[in-house]
């Protein structure tokens, strides 16, 4: 069976201090895989998504960037934190083809102080 | 670019029935899918149309109108532990973006 797995679960960062958050899954081969960011009480904002090693599409221009440098490992950084970066990380994959059908990991509930 | 909208809160009471409404615009279409978060937790698939019509999944059900751009979720014997966030979503440009809605927080009393 196919599980993902995402850490850390919290975080508390100064800010201007880097980041980098790790994702992994398991049990499939060439997912397409998400980075999403939730404010509290909001959406899912889609950051990065990626459908295959290297090949990664931004949504949203801003100091974060991500890096597929295997198959299944998906990673979010950030050289230098904003307070703004604080919200709740989400990596999810989905199967390639027509299923809209994703899997999420457990999130990583960052806060920059 | 896309755009899913949803009303942001919905309240009902344990037994009734509630539906939570999806518009969406996005260039080119391959269904409309739903999710379910609850406070502090990841979201959860709930089920997915590709064609018109209602799909029904145990209390839950799901139904898609292509040619409005809409679709709602119908949930039904509301229980207190179906108090969560709900998102519609879409999958956009050649499968490989998934896009969801702004969520409705449904609020279950008893």
């Known amino acids: 069976s196919q599980t993902i797995h995402q850490w850390p679960a919290t975080l508390v960062q100064p800010v201007g201090s880097p980041l980098s958050l790790e994702c992994t899954v398991e049990?499939?081969?060439?997912?397409?895989l998400y980075w999403y960011r939730q404010a509290a009480g909001r959406g899912l904002q889609l950051l990065f998504y990626?459908?295959?090693?290297?090949?990664i599409s931004s949504e949203v221009p801003q100091n974060l960037s991500a890096s597929r440098p295997q198959d299944r490992q998906f990673i979010l950084s950030s050289k230098k934190l904003l307070l703004s970066d604080s919200g709740f990380y989400l990596c999810a994959w989905s199967p390639t083809g027509l299923s809209t059908e994703a899997f999420f990991g457990q999130g990583t509930r960052l806060t920059v102080v | 670019g896309q755009s899913l909208e949803q009303p942001s809160e919905v309240t009902a009471v344990e037994g009734a029935i509630v539906q939570i409404n999806c518009t969406y615009q996005t260039s080119g279409f391959y269904g409309l899918s739903w999710y379910q978060q609850h406070d502090g937790g990841a979201p959860t698939f709930l089920s997915y149309?590709?064609?018109?019509g209602l799909e029904e999944t145990g209390r839950f059900s799901s139904f898609l109108s292509r040619s409005d751009s809409y679709g709602y979720l119908l949930l039904q014997e509301l229980q207190m532990k179906d108090s969560a966030s709900y998102f519609c979503?879409?999958?956009?440009?050649?499968?490989?973006?998934?896009?969801f809605g702004t969520g409705t927080r449904l609020l279950v009393s008893p």
């Open positions: 049990g499939t081969s060439n997912p397409n």
């Open positions: 990626s459908v295959g090693i290297g090949q």
């Open positions: 149309n590709a064609l018109d």
């Open positions: 979503a879409v999958r956009d440009r050649g499968f490989q973006k998934l896009v």
